[in-house]
Each structure stands twice: as C-alpha cells, then as structure tokens.
T-cell receptor
Framework: GEDVEQSLFLSVREGDSSVINCTYTDSSSTYLYWYKQEPGAGLQLLTYIFSNMDMKQDQRLTVLLNKKDKHLSLRIADTQTGDSAIYFCAFSGAGNNRKLIWGLGTSLAVNP | DAGVIQSPRHEVTEMGQEVTLRCKPISGHNSLFWYRQTMMRGLELLIYFNNNVPIDDSGMPEDRFSAKMPNASFSTLKIQPSEPRDSAVYFC??????????FGEGSRLTVL
C-alpha cells in the first residue's frame, strides 16, 4: 500500500539550514505537501509542489522533488527558533485529492 | 474568517463514558475530515465527508466511534463507550476539495 517515511527528529543551530526529508511509495500523486504543526496547534499548510516540478522556492523555503527516487525534501534557510515545530509531508492518494497520505512527522528543534 | 472551530479543547473523562467532539468547518468548504493524532501512530484519518455525505469511514476504529454531519456547518464525532486507548488529540479539518486542509486546534481527549 501507499507509505510515507520521514526521520522523526532533527536538531539544528539557529541560522543554519535545515533539511527535512521524506520518501514515498506512490508515484501517481499529483500534489505533494509540507505541513507545519506548532506546539498545541493544528497543522498548517506550509507549501506544496506539483508532481511535474522538480523544485519550488518560496522565501526561505525550498522544496525539492526527485521523482525517480521518490524523495521529497524541505529546506529551510536561516532557520529561526520560531521554526521549531513538527513538519509533515503528505501526498494525495491516486485519483483522490481529498484523502492525503501522511508521514509521521519530523520534529525540528532549533537551538540558539 | 474564524477558521475551523473545535470544542471542547480538552476533555477528561472516565472509561465507559460517552464523548462528543464538535466541529464547525470554514464557511463554504465542502469537505470535512476527522483525524486522530497519537505519538505511536501519528496522524490517522478517521472519516471524511463531502457535501455532508460520509465518503470514507474506513479509518474509524470500531463501532464505538460514529460521526455525523447534519449540515454544512456542523459535525460531531462520538465515542461510546470511551476507553483509555482512545486518548489522543482529535482534529477536524475542512477544505475546498483540494489537498489544502485547514485544521482546527484540536480536542485533547484523556480517558481515565
């Protein structure tokens, strides 16, 4: 079945770049997403990429998609303490934009 | 817009009691989702509705769980009887038929 894997923890120093990785099994997804969950809050869409793109940049965020290896990454430049959160990758299941398949989330800790 | 509104934010109850969680989606959104989040299993989709109709309830754990959406602005998730293993954060999310889900702040349930 469809599966999404993420490493559970990442720790970086303030000002460094963070790279959060995700691998998936379903190659038929149209959209791949990154969501952010701050402590005690719901998830919030951070960015997304179409499956026909290799890269998307949005201010400090860069999303890279390697379709051959089924690998998605999120790079956060100049990481700040406010970026400390759990980051989830998700993708839409085959033919269904409503039902997302979720990773377990990567907890990012930013140390001053 | 006030966003997705969930209540209660916190509930502590005893095993065997009935629990009702409530959700008001964003006005105009036509899809509504109930998720459960735990440390062990991450984010699990329980059920989702489209235009108030349940589309996929394959994630509902067992008959103790039920969900309704009597109109476009209200949904409930009911657990009867509750058990300690139901302790989790329950999220409601809504969307306009895309993968951009808008989450509520969650209802943290503790069953003693």
């Amino acid at each position: 079945g469809e599966d999404v894997e993420q490493s559970l923890f990442l720790s970086v120093r303030e000002g460094d770049s963070s790279v959060i990785n995700c691998t998936y099994t379903d190659s038929s997804s149209t959209y791949l997403y990154w969501y952010k969950q701050e402590p005690g809050a719901g998830l919030q869409l951070l960015t997304y990429i179409f499956s026909n793109m290799d890269m998307k940049q949005d201010q400090r965020l860069t999303v890279l998609l390697n379709k051959k290896d089924k690998h998605l990454s999120l790079r956060i430049a100049d990481t700040q303490t406010g970026d400390s959160a759990i980051y989830f990758c998700a993708f839409s299941g085959a033919g269904n934009n409503r039902k997302l398949i979720w990773g377990l989330g990567t907890s990012l800790a930013v140390n001053p | 817009d006030a966003g997705v509104i969930q209540s209660p934010r916190h509930e502590v109850t005893e095993m065997g009691q009935e629990v009702t969680l409530r959700c008001k989606p964003i006005s105009g959104h036509n899809s509504l989702f109930w998720y459960r989040q735990t440390m062990m299993r991450g984010l699990e989709l329980l059920i989702y509705f489209n235009n108030n109709v349940p589309i996929d309830d394959s994630g509902m754990p067992e008959d103790r769980f039920s969900a309704k959406m009597p109109n476009a602005s209200f949904s409930t998730l009911k657990i009867q009887p509750s058990e300690p293993r139901d302790s989790a954060v329950y999220f409601c999310a809504s969307s306009l038929d895309t993968g951009e889900l808008f989450f509520g702040e969650g209802s943290r349930l503790t069953v003693l």
